[in-house]
């Protein structure tokens, strides 16, 4: 039974004296000297050997087979991996909810657009859509009065961004690394596209 159709054995065995092994092309032997099982009855160190020379396999294919990462995410495309691979934040965000107001905007019109977006924040930006800074709900808080307070007042002029093309899962990272939860989408030239918030992500199925 060296040979099955046109395939070979392989055989991965802990005794090379087995019926398997002597009837296998190639043999791997994974041989321990007894297992963590007190009474030396229950595979423990036999089925860790096993998986460790399983895993060593898989290594050695994927180099040999140059196997990348966008091979994975074409044969893997639907679990949490896959789409770590090649979902975009241009595919996760609402490109229809941009929250935005001017420089010159007073505190209602910062409000409403705040909440109207439900996303925790509002871009600023200028008149060509270019982005100036953010204001989020927790910027209200530096203020005991906010009575004629105008949007260049209480922005801030540094809102993380991320490019509408990047991964959504480094959207995700980003968030994580600054305790944020949501992220500024911007295109090439930096112009406000919208924003993509962790709950989009998590709703995809990348984490």
């Not at 070979?8 to 099982?37: G, H, P, W």
């Amino acid at each position: 039974i060296r040979n099955v159709g046109n395939e070979q054995i392989v055989a991965m065995v802990s005794n090379t004296d087995s019926f398997l092994a002597k009837n296998a092309a190639y043999v791997l032997k994974a041989q321990v000297d007894r297992e963590a099982c007190p009474n030396n009855l229950a595979p423990t160190n036999s089925t860790t050997a096993q998986l460790v020379m399983g895993d060593a396999l898989a290594i050695c294919l994927i180099q040999c087979r140059s196997f990348s990462s966008r091979d994975f995410a074409k044969y893997h495309p639907g679990g949490s991996l896959g789409k770590r691979l090649y979902t975009r934040v241009s595919d996760v965000f609402d490109q229809d909810n941009r929250p935005y107001v001017s420089l010159e905007d007073g505190i209602r019109k910062v409000i409403l657009e705040m909440s109207g977006g439900r996303l925790g924040a509002v871009a600023v930006t200028d008149a060509e859509g270019g982005l100036l800074g953010i204001i989020t709900d927790g910027d209200f808080e530096k203020y005991e009065d906010v009575d004629g307070l105008k949007a260049r007042d209480i922005m801030s002029v540094s809102p993380k961004t991320i490019q509408e093309e990047e991964l959504a899962y480094n959207a995700f990272q980003k968030m994580e690394q600054n305790s944020i939860t949501q992220l500024v989408v911007v295109d090439e030239d930096k112009k406000y596209k919208g924003m993509v918030h962790i709950h989009d992500i998590l709703r995809e199925g990348v984490v």
